[in-house]
């Protein structure tokens, strides 16, 4: 029985050391080379209290910014919600989006996102034809739906 747990333990991490494999490198390989999109949407993470995003924000709002100076989109939506430290996600990426040098024009800020679910909703209103989703690898395969 025990040989039994085991092995399935082991199946099942290598089930998922692949898939993760997988949805690293389709977010690594993903460009916009092949089409331009609409939008692209930047899903929130922890911002501290005073307004600085946390590593894997910054690294996920770098990635859109780069994405958006190669001209893959001509407009951002930075979603997220308040957490426990009390600053608004999608403004704190704002902020640092025009720091970067991004037109506010560009952006577009929602502050009422729970979870990456809800969050779809917020940028639906957003766009017509093709979304793109610049963040890390992990979110990478959740927004791009077409209508």
Known sequence: MQSLIKKTIKILLIVF?????????YGFFSSCQTSQSDLLVVLGNKVY?????SP??????DRSFDAWQKGCASHILVSGGTG?????EGTAM??????????????SVDNKGINSYNNSFAYERFVNKRKLAKSNSS?????????
């Open 17 to 25: 050391l692949i898939l993760a494999s997988f949805i690293s490198l």
């Open 49 to 53: 209290p005073d307004g600085t995003l």
């Open 56 to 61: 894997v924000l910054k690294a996920r709002v």
């Open 84 to 88: 426990k430290e009390g600053f608004p």
């Open 94 to 107: 704002a902020n640092y989006l025009i720091q970067k040098g991004v037109p506010e024009t560009s952006i």
């Open 139 to 147: 979110h990478v395969l959740l927004p791009r739906t077409s209508k």
